[in-house]
């Protein structure tokens, strides 16, 4: 079965950045399109932003001018790229795809925005 699996979380400093990657395990399959999502303690998770197959992109406004959505050219990985990172940015970070015409979540990377 095909999963999504998200790295490059980590600790960070307010004003650094991190860059989180979204690729498939199990097997290697194109990402065409992909969403991120995050959610932090006690809250709902909320949409970041996302990429679509034609290379349109959408981001929320609380990070606008600060993430970018990105892919390999193999379509094989997707990125988000998070700079100037504030403390509100803390949250576990999700991708989500369409795989084989199913809805797939991966299983979040923690990121912490702390002096």
């Known amino acids: 079965q095909v999963q999504l699996v998200e790295s490059g979380g980590g600790l960070v400093q307010p004003g650094g950045s991190l860059r989180l990657s979204c690729a498939t395990s199990g097997r290697t399959v194109s990402i065409p399109s992909a969403a991120w999502y995050r959610q932090a303690p006690g809250k709902e998770r909320e949409f970041v932003a996302m990429m679509s197959a034609d290379r349109t992109t959408n981001y929320s406004d609380f990070v606008k001018g600060r993430f970018t959505v990105s892919r390999d050219r193999s379509w094989n990985t997707m990125y988000l790229q998070m700079n100037n990172l504030k403390p509100e940015d803390t949250a576990v970070y999700y991708c989500?795809?369409?795989?084989?015409?199913?809805?797939?979540w991966g299983q979040g990377t923690q990121v912490t925005v702390s002096e």
């Open positions: 989500k795809a369409g795989i084989f015409g199913r809805e797939v």
